[in-house]
C-alpha cells in the first residue's frame, strides 16, 4: 500500500520539568528534530502557558512537528507527520528524546494516506504500527 506519509506519535516521560517549562529550550528541541529528519523548517511558533507548560510547532515543507508539555508531570506529549520518502520521521522523534533529556518514552508510526489507492466503498483500518 503507498501512503503519503508517516505520522509518529511520541509520548515523552520523567524528562526535567525545566526544559518541559522553558519555550526556548522547546523550540531548540524542534529545530533539532527538523535536521535529524533532513525536512526544511519553515518557521516555528509557541505558547507559554501559565503557571506551566509549552506548546511549540515547527512547520516544515514536509509537514510539522509538535510538542505539548506538562512540566509538573515531566510529560510531553510530541507529533512528527512528514510527507515523501526522503524523511527520517523516527530520527526527529530521537532528536527530541535526547533534547528534552527523556529517560523513557513510548513512540507508534502510523502510515498516512493509505486508503488513497483504495476502492470508495473500502472501510477505513485502525491500524498502528
Known sequence: MTTIGSHCVLEIYDSPPRL??????VIEALQAAARAAKATLLQTTHHRFEPHGVTALALLAE?????HTWPERGYA??????????????AACMALVEALQCPRYSLRRLPRGGELSAPTDARPSSDWT
Request: glycine residues 4%; hydrophobic residues 30%; contains cysteine.
Open 77 to 90: 506529549a510530541c507529533d512528527v507527520f512528514t510527507c515523501g520518502e526522503q524523511t527520517l520521521p523516527e
Open 20 to 25: 518541559l517549562d522553558d519555550p526556548q529550550a
Open 63 to 67: 509537514s510539522h512537528i509538535s510538542v
